[in-house]
């Protein structure tokens, strides 16, 4: 059984018959055919979350994990713009999200129809393509150019690069309509195959290297990737090269220099010339550190390529001179054996002062009270093997950065739009497609903001959050100009004492709480062993300790390397 809506029972053929699995679907009347074409179809993996903003950002986290489109599917009005957060952040850090709302026919809209808005084009800033759907097709002919739209726009979430894809569906009544047959579409293969690179852009690209003393690697966020890993493993060991990583681009080895700001802290302005690349390469996505981008934008690198499949001309350092349109770790692959060693003391001196800062931690570490700061090495040491990592927006995503990166997690954050609106569903989604143990660590506003990730019972067992709770938005205590304003406590901060506890009851959520470094030592293991529930554990920490820790941690780096 199926929809009686052509267009919708079409549409779920396709979608399954290109492979894709899930939907997340929010309660309502209007996509009532999505939901009987969809939900009876059985190659489908239909879900039900009702706030449409966690809804999506759950989808986002599904895709994450599985690297294939998922879809979403809302009723017409207000619920639809609930999807724009996730949306934008599928679309800056590239993940496949199907975007499906149901809306009334076009001569409904604007005249005084109840639960109507434009919806057509609505999301046009930040989504790879819009279509929108006719209401029927009435021949052979209407029915291949509706067959061939969806196919296109399904292929259009993967290529050339992914990202969102609108599909807006106007519905007539009656909308609950069964038939016993779903409507066949064929499958066709819309994607175009990407142009072969031009061969004078490598022999360039080869040219540039060569001649460099000082080469930097910039790593972005990206999944894991062994290629990648194997071929910048080679390179970091020529001498005139470094590799710069984030804890969010998942890539390790002990030659890489994987705490940008611990590193950058430690270079003096009279050294810094030694430290600015002369040639600059950058691949993958959003960069955490703001200390790398003015360090970059100062001193501009005399040349700067970015590689990416899309060919984005990604200038965040405004001295962008060449984009190359390849898959970024075959590209390094493929050229490796041209690429000359050349003699350079660049390698060394970023390696010095790497030691030097990670000497310097754990000295420093030994001298600091209970604050955000100490819970964090606790945390990363502690956290189970094999976890896959969840950082908040806000201080975590920029603590991870401070101890280096570890084979044992991999990291995960939305940096595409850096948004605290929506990282506990979006972990919860990925938790749900993962078999391992995802812990969540947050910030206490950015908790309480996406609460409704809790108002969900796909939750499963596997998902642990961890709210590190200092009273506010700890980061504007710390960052220069909010810290100094008569406004900080209720504007910037916006101090509570609001407690989670309550929330995971609500939510028939274990919920667990610490106060001091022993509690949580001692509560660890306890709260990852317990997996018949999901589990929260709320750390309470000194908000204004955390501040100067942090500070000073920064000028003891300064102080060490002089
Ligand atoms: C949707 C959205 N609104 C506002 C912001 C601005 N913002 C960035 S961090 C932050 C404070 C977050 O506080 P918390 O989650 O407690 O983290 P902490 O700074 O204490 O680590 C705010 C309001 C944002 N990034 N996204
Ligand atoms: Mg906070």
């Not at 209407?142 to 979430?157: G, K, P, T």
């Not at 499958?187 to 080469?215: G, M, Q």
């Not at 979006?426 to 950015?446: C, P, Q, V, Y």
Request: hydrophobic fraction near 40%; glycine fraction near 6%.
């Amino acid at each position: 059984m199926t929809s009686d809506k052509r267009i919708v029972s079409l549409l779920a053929d396709l979608f399954a018959k290109k492979g894709l699995e899930n939907i997340v679907i929010s309660s309502g009347s209007r996509n009532a055919p999505i939901i009987l074409a969809f939900g009876n179809h059985p190659d489908i993996k239909a879900l039900s979350v009702v706030d449409e903003r966690s809804a999506a950002f759950f989808a986002l986290g599904i895709a994450q994990q599985t690297h294939k489109g998922v879809a979403i599917a809302c009723t017409s009005g207000s619920a639809v713009l609930n999807y724009a957060p996730a949306i934008a952040e599928a679309f800056y850090q590239k993940t496949p999200l199907l975007v499906l709302t149901a809306d009334r026919p076009p001569h409904m809209i604007d005249i005084g129809d109840g639960q109507t808005l434009r919806q057509e084009n609505v999301f046009a800033q930040f989504i790879k393509k819009s279509y929108s759907l006719p209401l029927d097709f009435s021949d052979e002919k209407e029915f291949w150019e509706v067959n061939l739209m969806i196919n296109e726009a399904i292929d259009q979430l993967l290529v050339p690069e992914p990202g969102p894809v609108h599909i807006n569906i106007p519905f007539d009544e009656p909308l609950y309509n069964m038939v016993e047959k779903a409507i066949e579409g064929e499958v066709i293969d819309t994607r175009v195959a990407i142009p072969t690179l031009d061969k004078s852009i490598e022999d360039e690209f080869v040219t540039v290297w060569n001649k460099s003393k000082k080469i930097l690697f910039l790593a972005g966020q990206a999944s894991r990737s062994e290629s990648m890993e194997e071929v910048l493993s080679v390179l970091s060991g020529f001498p005139q090269v470094t590799v710069l990583t984030e804890t969010t681009s998942n890539l390790t080895h002990p030659d890489f220099i994987d705490g940008i700001d611990n590193a950058l802290s430690a270079i003096h302005r009279e050294e810094a010339p030694d430290f600015h690349p002369d040639f600059l390469i950058t691949f993958g996505g959003a960069i955490v550190s703001k200390k790398i981008k003015s360090f970059l934008r100062r001193q501009k690198p005399e040349q700067h390529w970015h590689i990416s499949v899309s060919g984005e001309k990604m200038n965040t350092y405004f001295a962008l001179s060449q984009v190359v349109t390849d898959e970024p770790a075959a590209f390094f692959q493929k050229l490796l054996s041209t690429l000359q060693m050349g003699e350079s003391g660049y390698r060394n001196r970023w390696l010095q002062k790497k030691n030097l800062v990670d000497e310097g931690r754990k000295k420093y570490m030994e001298s600091i009270p209970y604050c955000d700061f100490k819970v964090f090495v606790t945390l990363i040491e502690k956290i189970p093997k094999n976890s896959i990592l969840h950082l908040g927006n806000s201080t975590p995503v920029r603590y991870s950065q401070l101890f280096g990166s570890s084979k044992k997690f991999q990291y995960f954050s939305n940096r595409g739009v850096s948004g605290i609106d929506g990282q506990t569903s979006t972990a919860s989604g990925m938790a749900f497609t993962s078999s391992e143990i995802n812990t969540l660590i947050t910030g206490d506003l950015s908790f309480f903001y996406d609460s409704n990730a809790l108002m969900n019972l796909n939750l499963t067992p596997n998902f642990k959050i961890i709210v590190i709770n200092n009273g506010g938005g700890g980061i504007f205590r710390f960052i220069p100009g909010p810290d100094t304003s008569l406004q900080l406590e209720p504007f910037f901060v916006a101090k509570h004492s609001w407690k989670a506890e309550k929330l995971a009851a609500a939510f028939d959520i274990n919920y667990f709480k610490v106060e001091n470094l022993q509690q949580l030592e001692e509560l660890l293991p306890e709260f990852y062993k317990n997996l018949s529930r999901p589990a929260i554990l709320e750390i309470f920490t000194p908000a204004e300790e955390n501040a100067r820790v942090l500070r000073n941690y920064f000028s003891f780096l300064k102080s060490i390397s002089h």
